[in-house]
């Protein structure tokens, strides 16, 4: 199975910055990657695929990049309703696999 | 825009079965797949399985293999999950997901499985 590996687990951050998360797969898997977002008691809902496309209807302060085991979704200028936790799936293989997710939070 | 309206919450006993359903409407139900993914309390995403496009064939996560079925109903636009001999560590909210290319593009609300004795 391929392991995605999330990078931070939690994140603090206010109203305007940028944020990074970072997330790596043990082997290599092209462009095959997903980002969602998760808000408390809600479903994830899908921000980026394809490593980079963004799903229609998402902000464009959202984007993702990368290629092979190495990649990023960014948030350019953080917003009140972004504090979530965020999850990348690989889209390669069978079994689909998610990171761990990365919280970001309120500083 | 495939909408996608999962059953309500169970409690089950521990050992006994649970078959949780998604209705699908907005689009051709055949010409998508549909993934379950569970999450326990206060943990992160776990896929289980999924069915690929036209219902060809069906792919199971090691850990829920034997113990999870996955059926589509093409007549209803539903899609069920069942999983068998439950154990307490099966608490979680089951999502189905409309799976296109292996991403999740809509998502159903969740529905809550309770294991306990």
């Known amino acids: 199975d391929i392991q995605m590996t999330q990078s931070p687990s939690s994140v603090s951050a206010s109203v305007g910055d940028r944020v990074t998360i970072t997330c790596r797969a043990s082997?290599?898997?092209?462009?095959?990657l997903a980002w969602y977002q998760q808000k408390p008691g809600e479903a994830p809902n899908l921000l980026i695929y394809?490593?980079?496309s963004l799903q229609s209807g998402v902000p464009s302060r959202f984007s993702g990049s990368g290629f092979g085991t190495d990649f990023t979704l960014t948030i350019s200028s953080l917003q009140p309703e972004d504090f979530a936790t965020y999850y990348c799936?690989?889209?390669?293989?069978?079994?689909?696999?998610f990171g761990q997710g990365t919280k970001v939070e309120i500083k | 825009q495939v909408q996608l309206v999962q059953s309500g919450a169970e409690v089950k006993k521990p050992g006994s079965s649970v078959k949780v359903s998604c209705k699908a409407s907005?689009?051709?139900?055949?010409?998508?797949?549909i993934s379950w993914v569970r999450q326990a309390p206060g943990q992160g995403l776990e896929w289980m399985g999924g069915?690929?496009?036209?219902?060809?064939?069906?792919n199971y996560a090691q850990n829920f293999q034997g113990r999870v079925t996955i059926t589509p109903v093409e007549s209803t636009s539903t899609a069920y999950m069942e999983m068998r001999s439950l154990r307490s560590e099966d608490t979680a909210v089951y999502y189905c997901?409309?799976?296109?290319?292996?991403?999740?593009?809509?998502w159903g609300q969740g529905t809550l499985v309770t294991v306990s004795s």
């Open positions: 997901a409309r799976d296109y290319s292996g991403s999740f593009w809509s």
């Open positions: 907005g689009g051709i139900f055949s010409s998508y797949g």
């Open positions: 069915i690929s496009p036209g219902f060809g064939t069906a």
């Open positions: 082997q290599g898997i092209g462009s095959w």
């Open positions: 394809a490593a980079s």
């Open positions: 799936q690989q889209t390669n293989s069978f079994p689909r696999t």
